[in-house]
């Protein structure tokens, strides 16, 4: 009877608790998404709450080039709340994933660079010890949750989608992070539909550079892709390849009057849809860059 | 390198003009896009909170970050004034 109360205690310790970091795009352009994810996760029984007082991830792809300091302090910035809080960190998005998995592991790896990050944070009154995990939104739902208890549980929706991992989703050699996401998709929906250009960038790190080749030799390339398979919705977890896509859009509509009429949405829709919640409950109908009322019709059809 | 080539300075290269904007939202507010009124409503039909539990509500944050930035001396060499929140060597790119 000890025994057995001390493994379950062990349980109750291990089981872990996060801190959503919601990053700059997810809060103020994908608030589907954001509902989505706090809705779905504690039905799946993952103790998640937000991460609060967030600030930009920083994006790793300017800072490490112009001053590696700037990046760990302000990377540390976002990871001390949550180590305050005593949880681990989640991300959805992969870009601000790599900014603050990367740092970490530096942190983690290189006590002179810790020293270094906590003598600019002191000048905030912060400190960071790092003792959180970084884990991907992915990785919470296929090793926490489990891919065979979601494979079993959720409903199969009759759709048809195509998906967009990114970039920064190949960030393990190996692409364990890809796979999922691909699996994940292939529980929730009849059907994923290949296109030929799913490894192929968003064009938002290009945007930087060239915004017309983003445009128009990245985003537009693989909007013609997917809409010649005709499918339902194009998935993603990636706020920043979203944010990418919705100023592409609507930048080819303005300009050149071209509709690319496929919903992007966010895998944590279908799983939320999935496991019972309605479109109005997180709000899918608004602020879209496609109307999602086709979609949903799919999605409710019992 | 310095023995080998006596000429050789740092290049001070000026930051990308579709980066400079986005620098000072992050510093000014914390991330890199503001909550709009469209947003409000949009999040309400969400059924979250209007106000992101970001940055964008604990203020808190904007002014650690700041601190932090200042004391990195990083807002010098980009020659961003973060008082003013403009760049003090290209008034092209202030704000645009």
Redesign the interface.
């Known amino acids: 009877m000890i025994e057995q109360t001390a493994i379950e205690a062990g349980k109750q310790a291990a089981k872990p608790k996060y801190a959503h970091f919601l990053g700059c795009v997810m809060p103020t352009k994908m608030p589907w998404a954001e509902s989505a994810i706090m809705k779905v996760l504690p039905k799946l029984g993952v103790d998640v709450e937000y991460l609060t007082r967030s600030t930009c991830c920083p994006r790793a792809g300017v800072w490490i080039s112009v001053d590696k300091r700037v990046w760990l302090t302000l990377a540390s910035y976002n990871l001390l709340q949550a180590e305050e809080a005593g949880r681990d960190v989640m991300v959805s998005c992969n870009g601000c994933y790599v900014t603050l998995y990367e740092a970490n592991k530096v942190l983690q790896e290189d006590p002179k660079a810790l020293e270094e990050v906590n003598h600019y944070l002191a000048s905030a009154g912060k400190h960071y010890d790092a003792n959180v995990r970084v884990r991907h939104l992915l990785e919470v739902l296929y090793e926490d949750v489990g891919i065979d208890r979601i494979k079993k549980e959720a409903r199969k929706l009759p759709i048809r989608v195509a998906i967009h991992p990114g970039c920064h989703m190949r960030i393990f050699q190996d692409g364990h992070l890809v796979r999922y996401f691909t699996e994940l998709n292939e529980a929730l929906v009849d059907e994923v539909v290949p296109y030929g250009l799913e490894r192929m960038c968003c064009g938002l790190q290009a945007n930087l550079a060239d915004r017309e080749f983003a445009t128009y030799d990245r985003a537009k390339r693989k909007f013609d892709a997917i809409k010649a398979q005709n499918v339902d919705a194009l998935v993603l977890v990636c706020s920043g390849c979203y944010d990418q896509f919705e100023r592409a859009i609507a930048a080819l509509k303005k300009k050149d009057g071209y509709n690319f009429d496929v919903p992007v949405i966010h895998l944590a829709e279908l799983l939320a849809i999935s496991y019972g919640l309605k479109p109005d409950d997180f709000g899918m109908r608004y602020m879209r860059t496609a109307p999602v009322d086709k979609l949903i019709e799919k999605l409710e059809i019992k | 390198m310095k023995e080998l080539y006596p000429w050789r300075r740092p290049v001070k290269i000026p930051?990308?003009s579709?980066?400079k904007p986005q620098l000072i939202r992050?510093f000014s507010i914390?991330?890199?896009?503001?909550?709009?009124d469209?947003?409000i409503?949009?999040?309400k039909?969400?059924?979250?909170d209007p106000i992101?539990?970001?940055?964008?509500?604990?203020h808190?944050?904007?002014?650690?970050?700041q601190?932090?930035?200042?004391?990195?001396d990083?807002d010098k060499?980009m020659g961003l004034d973060l008082d003013k929140m403009e760049y003090k060597f290209n008034d092209r790119a202030n704000g645009h």
């Open positions: 930051l990308p579709s980066v992050h914390g991330l890199l896009y503001p909550v709009t469209e947003l409503e949009a999040r039909k969400a059924n979250i992101p539990p970001t940055a964008h509500r604990y808190e944050a904007v002014d650690d970050i601190k932090i930035v200042r004391a990195m990083i060499k």
